[in-house]
């Protein structure tokens, strides 16, 4: 696998390139009025669209993206500036519009994140505008409509970027024509089947870069192109930026590419059958091979360097420490090992340093602690050994990662001033800190360790995430830790589950009113339901798991509901007694359907931006999901769930359980619930795990169970159920073990076969729509008549297409990598 990124000089190029690359509005005062026809082109265009905001969650970057300035569409506005556009003003000084100011025609054309949505077809009314030079239309939704070949009438353009609008199919021939262009962006998304919306034929791929001789930017990410990257390349004697990213492409790169010597960037990752060498470097050159060359250090411009996933081993040439511009290093995921060379503490002007996933062993160098610009610093995942130098502690630090290493001794800072230290992650270390004046901490996670005793009454001093998960801390949990400082005001995740802490849950914790998780699962805990979380406004996550809770969750002047809850886990207690029927009724954010909203994307304890970094901190735990224990890495806010498995609760199960129309695991396994199984359950659509087993549930199954056609784990077994398993529905998917010990049960799956009945179903009433006595309601009697078994198969088909689908879109999709 050929996998490497090299950004160089990133800022210089923006600067470089701007003067091809105005788009901003121009309203010049050397003309009187826009030029007739180019108003009413104009209008004509933009009566083409609706205007809706794009919705991209759908659609993904599989492969990173390093070069965000070119791709982040949350790096711009997004408005309808179309929308805004009227017949009585001059076009000139519409928004997104440039005109030249001696002809009074439209040359510029800037409508990216502009909302357009609707199909651009070959006729559209931007074709007339033959004036145009700069045309950017990236980031709207046109509807998987392929890209029109008359954009090769426009032979003016220098500029053309068409990236990440929903665009499909083969990029057009005529694309070559374009003899003028300085810049072309056609980058793509990836559909939810992992496969490139865009696609361009080698033949295509050759003749764009042989006709497009004065590039400076060629970026086409993600789109499809199956081919070798021709020699011809080397001719593009302007490039400055080349990315290639997920591209499919094959062969050998050809080494001659990193002799262009205005190259400032090379994008090329995610191109798993290509291969090729880094050459040897002569001063002020421009950049895989298996061993970094020592003429490396010759590229003294570099300003950027990122070899991630480039199957490197071998130890760092110490002419590393001559690329003194460096601002960011980063050779994530390789095999290098030996020691860290002392030489990088002479890269002083180094934003971020990232070697994490190699082999590298020894001390860190305590030359580090004079890099006094460093913001980034991650070790994670290597041999490391020793004590962490104390002198890292110095640099203006937002994230520390040193986690997965074999560190040893104590981190004493008793007499340092940390006040630009935010974030630091000790995960999975063996270190014993003091951190007493960590007054600017944002971020603490030590979680994994070995560190015992009481927690420190003073820990929570200015903290948004508090994470002491998987070590040895006993005793009580200290009330006064969350009133200490401003942490009540700050805190947001705060994590204290597999430890060994005892007595209750500090009511004091009702003062962090930002309080969004609260995992104090595996302890040994013993209190009643603390019905005072309820108060906490912003309260997604509660995880009570395994430890010695008793007694009900439910009191009728105590009881007001989870508004905002998103998970909860109650498992493994003693909690007991019924629940009423409207018991979920005021669980807001479960109520409402997923509508693709961007906030459900998101993770917990996200952190966004900490003084202009990205802080990329997101919170993880291990949940039981489909009949098994994982561990979820960033956990979505999408994974909506409830737990209450193992537990004494008995009555019936709360019909009004059928409102969360959002849940997609729902665990009641092991408790005393007796009854009918709610037919309500049926209007979860978005379900996929429900256990319900080891209970004393009766009656039939009920029919509607057979709409969940998100439904991949099921499990009924172990209770008192009775008559056939809903036969041609989705309920046919599971195997026997869902239905097993339920003696009364018949079905395909089971031993006892359905004997073959005639007797029809009686049309209940409207009085008894809701619910009947065995789980039917009068629509799906009419349903089933209706449609009958082999529409309900066909039906099932396309459901279960439906509901694998969704899963991969929406859990592996766009979010599984980590940016560094």
């Not at 970057?61 to 500036?81: G, V």
Request: proline share 5%; with cysteine.
């Amino acid at each position: 696998m050929f996998y490497f990124i090299l950004l160089v000089s990133f800022f210089c190029t923006h600067v470089s390139c701007s003067k091809y690359s105005n788009v901003s509005t121009t309203s010049s005062s050397l003309i009187t009025s826009c030029l007739p026809d180019q108003t009413t082109a104009l209008l004509q265009f933009k009566a083409e669209f609706a205007f809706v905001r794009p919705n991209f969650t759908s659609y993904y970057y599989l492969c990173p993206r390093y070069d965000n300035a070119y791709y982040d569409a949350d790096a711009y506005e997004s408005y309808p500036k179309m929308k805004f556009w009227k017949k009585d003003k001059d076009c000139c000084s519409w928004d997104g519009v440039t005109c030249n100011t001696k002809t009074g025609k439209v040359v510029g054309l800037d409508l990216s994140n502009s909302w357009l949505q609707g199909p651009l077809c070959s006729n559209s009314s931007l074709f007339k505008l033959h004036g145009l030079r700069r045309i950017n239309l990236s980031f709207n939704n046109f509807s998987f409509s392929t890209i029109p070949s008359e954009f090769g009438q426009l032979s003016r353009l220098t500029q053309l970027n068409l990236s990440f609008s929903m665009f499909s199919g083969h990029i057009p021939s005529e694309i070559s024509f374009l003899t003028h262009l300085v810049s072309l962006n056609l980058a793509s998304f990836l559909n939810y089947d992992a496969s490139s919306l865009l696609h361009l034929g080698r033949v295509d791929f050759e003749n764009l870069i042989q006709n497009m001789t004065n590039l400076r930017l060629l970026a086409l990410h993600q789109v499809d192109i199956l081919s070798s990257v021709p020699e011809s390349l080397a001719n593009l004697s302007f490039l400055t930026t080349l990315s290639l990213g997920g591209c499919n492409l094959r062969g050998k790169f050809p080494e001659n590419v990193f002799q262009l010597h205005k190259l400032r960037n090379i994008i090329v990752p995610c191109n798993y059958h290509l291969t090729g060498f880094l050459p040897e470097f002569q001063p002020s050159k421009a950049l895989s091979g298996h061993v970094l060359p020592y003429t490396l250090g010759n590229l003294a411009k570099l300003t950027y360097l990122a070899l991630q996933s480039c199957q490197f081993s071998g130890e760092l040439p110490s002419s590393l420490g001559n690329l003194t511009r460096l601002k960011a290093l980063s050779l994530y995921n390789n095999s290098f090992s030996g020691q860290i060379p002392s030489i990088l503490g002479n890269l002083t002007k180094l934003k971020a340093l990232s070697l994490p996933i190699n082999g590298f062993g020894g001390q860190i160098p305590t030359s580090l602690g004079k890099l006094s610009e460093l913001n980034i610093l991650d070790l994670a995942h290597n041999n490391l050994d020793g004590v962490v130098p104390s002198c890292l502690l110095t640099v203006p630090l937002i994230e520390l990662f040193l986690s997965s290493n074999q560190f040893t001794g104590s981190l004493t800072i008793e007499n340092i001033s940390l006040s630009q230290l935010e974030t630091s992650h000790l995960r999975s270390t063996i270190i014993q800190p003091s951190i007493r004046k960590w007054t600017g901490l944002k971020v603490l996670d030590i979680s994994e360790n070995h560190f015992g005793g009481t927690i420190p009454k003073w820990l929570g001093s200015s903290l948004e995430i508090l994470n002491v998960q998987g070590n040895n801390f006993n005793g009580s949990i200290p009330p006064e830790i969350f009133t200490y400082g401003s942490m009540h005001n700050t805190l947001r995740v705060l994590d204290l589950s597999h430890n060994q802490f005892q007595g209750r849950v500090p009511q004091s914790l009702i003062n962090c009113s930002k309080l969004e998780v609260l995992n104090v699962g595996h302890n040994q805990i013993s209190d009643t339901f603390p019905f005072w979380l309820q108060s906490l406004p912003e309260l997604q996550v509660l995880v009570l798991r395994s430890n010695n809770f008793f007694g009900r969750i439910w009191h009728p002047t105590k009881y007001l509901g989870f508004a905002k809850l998103v998970t909860i886990d109650l498992s493994f207690n003693h909690f007991n007694g019924s629940l009423p029927s409207e018991y979920f009724r005021n669980w807001g954010y479960m109520s409402k359907a997923l509508d693709g909203n961007k906030s459900h994307m998101e993770y917990f304890g996200q952190l966004g931006k900490v003084s202009g970094f990205s802080i990329s901190y997101a919170y993880s735990m291990r949940v039981m999901n489909k009949g098994s224990e994982m561990e979820l890495w960033k956990v979505l806010k999408l994974f909506i769930s409830i737990d209450l498995s193992n537990n004494r609760f008995d009555g019936e199960i709360p019909s009004s359980i059928g409102k969360l129309q959002s849940l997609v695991m729902l665990n009641l396994s092991s408790n005393n619930f007796t009854g009918i199984i709610p037919s309500s359950l049926g209007n979860l659509s978005e379900l996929e795990s429900l256990d319900l087993s080891r209970n004393k549930l009766s009656a039939r199954i009920p029919q509607q169970l057979a709409n969940l056609t998100f439904l991949e784990y099921l499990n009924l077994s172990h209770n008192t159920l009775e008559g056939p398993v809903p036969q041609g529905t989705q309920l046919d998917t599971f195997s026997y073990s869902s239905f097993e010990g339920n003696p009364g049960l018949c079905g395909s799956q089971l031993p006892k076969k359905c004997e073959n009945t005639d007797t029809p179903i009686p049309f209940l009433s409207k009085d008894h729509e809701e619910e009947s006595e065995n789980g039917f309601t009068w629509k799906v009697v009419a349903m089933g008549y209706g449609c009958g078994f082999v529409v309900g198969a066909v039906i099932g088909h396309v459901t279960l297409s439906r509901r694998s689908s969704w899963f991969w879109r929406s859990f592996v999709g766009r979010y599984f990598y980590r940016l560094w």
